[in-house]
């Protein structure tokens, strides 16, 4: 790597494994979701002089000879990356002091006790019907009744002759970007690159989910 130096950031990314629990100092079960860190590079830093405003882009997991264009690995050269990277991201905060292309990103950026809001993307689900997609009650369930999942009504006559922009249809559901606020972070095991999140995290099992520090 350029330069071995280490750094801490506001924001993480991180990997999810899946849920457990854990018990804590009361004897309390508490249901965790286990996030597997991946060591970030500094690959970029933007200044407010040269790009408009500050920011650090990271990138982390290696790809394998081969797996890379030119030009990405003439970019994240510098940051060690010799053959590219899969992922690559920009976290919006002031430059810390000392951060210079090459430096490693601390996984004890994050500590025990801090509270974090938790971005990533959930579960796809498909083209689902509105009592799935919105909870809506549906029709009667009995025998007479040819009205059971139908969403019924939109609500529109003669005029305006058409349904109006923003109704809750059927449609997809899933697979966008959410966030989670204020999870607690349980545990921090730095040897094995583990980060332990109260509660649960959008998403299933191996997608990118990105910890950032919330601002209390």
Not at 24 to 34: D, H, K, M, P
Not at 37 to 48: D, I, Q
Not at 64 to 93: T, V
Not at 199 to 206: D, E, L, M, Y
Request: charge should be positive.
């Amino acid at each position: 790597m350029a330069a071995k130096n280490e750094i801490k950031l506001d924001s993480l990314y991180a990997f999810k494994l899946g849920m457990s629990t854990v018990f804590n100092e009361a004897g309390e079960a508490v249901n965790v979701t286990l996030l597997r860190y991946e060591p970030l590079v500094v690959s970029e830093v933007k200044t407010k002089e040269k790009h408009g405003y500050e920011a650090v882009q990271v990138a982390f997991k290696p790809k394998k000879a081969g797996r890379a264009s030119e030009a990405e690995k003439n970019r994240l050269k510098g940051a060690g990356f010799e053959n590219g990277a899969y992922f690559c991201r920009e976290i919006r905060q002031s430059v810390p002091e000392g951060t210079m292309v090459g430096a490693h990103v601390g996984i004890d950026s994050l500590k025990t006790g801090d509270n974090v809001k938790v971005t990533a993307k959930s579960k796809g689900k498909g083209f689902q019907g509105v009592v799935r997609r919105y909870g809506f009650q549906g029709g009667p369930a009995a025998h007479g009744s040819k009205f059971h999942r139908q969403p019924g009504s939109v609500g529109c006559r003669e005029f305006p002759g058409r349904v109006m922009p923003g109704r809750r249809l059927p449609g997809h559901k899933g697979n966008v970007t959410k966030t989670t606020m204020n999870l607690c972070v349980v545990d921090v095991l730095s040897e094995d690159n583990i980060l332990i999140v109260a509660g649960a995290v959008p998403g299933g099992r191996n997608n990118l989910v990105k910890l950032t520090k919330s601002r209390m």
